[in-house]
């Protein structure tokens, strides 16, 4: 108990200091970083409630350190948290970019009580004078908190059950550019999945109430399946666009041939905008729609169409339904409050009105109006430029309040 109490005084200390580059090492720093690297250590409180995990408590150090331009070039944030149903939590999240163009993601996280979560993301569009971007996502992780509540639109809250989804893989896609804003895109990607008990004792058993007939992967699955796909993409940013369109179609095929246990297609579509108001993108209009339709009476549960969660309908949890196929609308409307510079690092606040609608189907166009969920609500970010984004979403629905926090903008 008194450690706690020392690390939250730790944390609640902030400061700047200029630190040598020669005592440091990439991809903490690169050759162009200053020979006094600007580091800036911010305080921030940790607190989240969403329907799935229930809610958190804690605290985070977040460490940044500027490049040249005065622009914050690495995170580093470890956290301790606290949640009934998980116990204490411990994690170590880095995100490096020394390049513009090439970026590091690493999250290491382990709980008291059955989570854990071991990934790294790696982005690299410099190969080729700029023409082929390879991204590869290699993972481990156990959520505690994963419900189901059967397939369909009209599965019921009654019907909530619990599991622990234990998961390692890898997803890894290589983009080419063949003209202008047009790129092709192929990857490869491996799951395997297994359903354990969950954390949530006071919630049935995701085997208690379905079986591989109702909730085809309950016993769990290993899918390996080949990517092909074009899109567009004239964003002006990877992590914070403030103008610009993006637009994708991609086939998946999972083959017994190439590993995969089951034989079944994933299509998807999605089309984004991001529409600035004014000269000074003080006001600027985010909007998304997309599509995506699994084909094969074999398809694990966790390979159908999902809705549910911080990127989808923010006014439920993670997956809250489940179908074959699944359409998603998305608008936003983000706005600039003010500029304000806290620790040495300047932030832009903005204030985030949004509306999602989706609904899933058992078929490829059998969405019916009744069958659609909305979910308004708003979201508040703290935008450190070029790359990094704090946001927390709060959002409304016929089953409750949401409220989600994490990195990065939803879309």
Not at 172 to 185: C, H, P
Not at 211 to 228: D, L, R, S
Not at 324 to 346: K, M
Request: glycine fraction near 10%; include cysteine.
């Amino acid at each position: 108990m008194k450690r706690c109490l020392l690390l939250l005084l730790l944390l609640f200390t902030g400061c700047t200091s200029m630190v040598p580059r020669e005592n440091l090492f990439y991809p903490l720093v690169t050759s162009e970083s200053p020979l006094q690297v600007k580091t800036v250590v911010v305080p921030l409180p940790v607190i989240a409630a969403s329907p799935n995990e229930g809610v958190t408590g804690g605290a985070l150090a977040a460490f940044l350190l500027h490049n040249s331009n005065d622009e914050v070039a690495t995170l580093i944030a470890p956290q301790v948290n606290y949640n009934p149903n998980f116990d204490t939590t411990y994690t170590i999240y880095g995100a490096f970019y020394p390049h513009k163009d090439r970026s590091i993601e690493v999250n290491l996280s382990r709980s008291g009580k059955v989570n854990d979560d071991y990934e790294v993301k790696l982005r690299d569009a410099t190969l080729l004078a700029g023409k082929l971007e390879l991204n590869l996502f290699p993972y481990h992780f156990t959520d505690g908190s994963s419900r189901f509540y059967g397939l369909g639109p009209g599965s019921v809250q009654g019907a909530e059950t619990n599991f622990a989804s234990r998961e390692s893989g890898f997803t890894m896609t290589a983009s080419y550019r063949l003209f202008g804003d047009i790129f092709l895109l192929a990857g490869d990607r491996l799951r395997d999945v297994t359903i354990a008990a969950g954390a949530f004792d006071a919630l049935p058993s995701i085997t208690a109430g379905f079986n591989e007939q109702t909730a085809p992967g309950i016993n769990g699955a290993t899918v390996h399946g080949q990517k092909f796909g074009l899109f567009y993409n004239s964003l002006d940013s990877q992590t914070m666009p403030t103008v610009g369109a993006f637009a994708r179609s991609t086939a998946e095929f999972f083959t017994s041939a190439l590993g995969s246990d089951r034989e079944f297609q994933r299509y998807e579509a999605e089309v984004k905008g991001i529409i600035p108001a004014d000269r000074q993108k003080r006001f600027i209009t985010a909007a998304r729609a997309s599509y995506s339709h699994t084909a094969g009476s074999r398809a694990p549960f966790f390979e159908q169409g999902t809705l549910g969660g911080e990127t989808t309908l923010r006014g439920y949890g993670r997956n809250r339904f489940i179908d074959s196929s699944a359409l998603l609308f998305n608008l936003e409307e983000r706005i600039r409050l003010f500029r304000w510079q806290v620790f040495d690092v300047t932030a832009d606040w903005e204030l985030a009105p949004f509306l999602d609608a989706g609904a899933v189907s058992g078929t490829r166009s059998g969405f019916r109006g009744g069958d659609f969920r909305f979910t308004p609500g708003f979201g508040l970010r703290a935008v450190v430029r070029p790359n990094i984004v704090g946001r927390m979403d709060i959002g409304w629905s016929g089953e409750g309040v949401a409220v989600f926090v994490g990195l990065g903008y939803p879309f």
